[in-house]
């Protein structure tokens, strides 16, 4: 399974776009990219998942460049309760099982 | 949208007692997976379930947890002789068929062994 690496935490200030970079080394010909969210004392949610180039959706967007060896996950003009863990899974689609410590953004007033 | 439902929200035990957390799955889905959160610590994975057996478990899964679908709704989880370290949030999720299908949580049974 590949390894991914994430940055521990993010400040940003309210309505400033944030792009979370998720570093995937030896990611495999058949890996998604999957991210999800966390809130405290909640289970993770899906946000956006994609396997190359970019991938958008009514929350996110997702970049992958051509190697796919990382991926940027970018939420425009956050806002307070975008204050959350975030998570970047890579494994082939049924087995991505597996989470790693996430990225903490806090998002100041 | 339909979601995944756990019950109880917070269940807590004496140390060497039984305890079977329920999950509901969301109704079309095939896979099924149950997930554990110390405090302040990462999601980590325990157990997938698909076609009524036990796909892929970690090393977390021993003799002393044990899942089952005992009708066509309910997916459970149940640990044996609950340890102090047991203390966690205990998640559920499940996915449809597709190889790019997402995880779907639920929202969780804390669990506090005293």
């Known amino acids: 399974l590949a390894k991914t690496t994430q940055p521990i935490s993010m400040d940003s200030y309210e309505g400033q776009e944030v792009n979370i970079t998720c570093s995937h080394n030896?990611?495999?010909?058949?890996?998604?990219i999957t991210w999800y969210q966390q809130f405290p004392s909640q289970g993770p949610r899906f946000i956006i998942q994609g396997y190359k180039t970019k991938v958008t959706n009514e929350v996110a967007s997702l970049f992958i460049p051509a190697d796919r060896k990382s991926s940027t996950l970018s939420l425009p003009r956050v806002s307070l309760s975008d204050t959350a863990v975030y998570y970047c899974?890579?494994?082939?689609?049924?087995?991505?099982?597996?989470f790693g410590t996430g990225t903490r953004l806090t998002v100041i007033p | 949208e339909p979601e995944v439902t756990q019950t109880p929200s917070h269940q807590v035990t004496q140390m060497g007692q039984e305890v079977i957390l329920r999950c509901v799955p969301i109704?079309?889905?095939?896979?099924f997976y149950w997930y554990r959160q110390i405090l302040g610590q990462k999601v980590e994975f325990l157990v997938s379930?698909?076609?009524?057996?036990?796909?892929?478990k970690s090393e977390i899964f021993d003799d002393q947890f044990s899942v089952e679908r005992p009708d066509g709704s309910n997916f459970t989880l149940k640990i044996r002789s609950t340890k102090l370290e047991d203390s966690a949030m205990y998640f559920c999720a499940s996915r449809s068929r597709g190889l790019d299908s997402p995880l779907h949580f639920g929202n969780g049974t804390r669990l506090t062994v005293t």
């Open positions: 030896n990611i495999a010909t058949n890996d998604y």
């Open positions: 899974l890579v494994g082939p689609g049924a087995n991505n099982l597996f």
């Open positions: 379930f698909y076609n009524n057996e036990i796909s892929e």
């Open positions: 109704s079309n889905h095939l896979y």
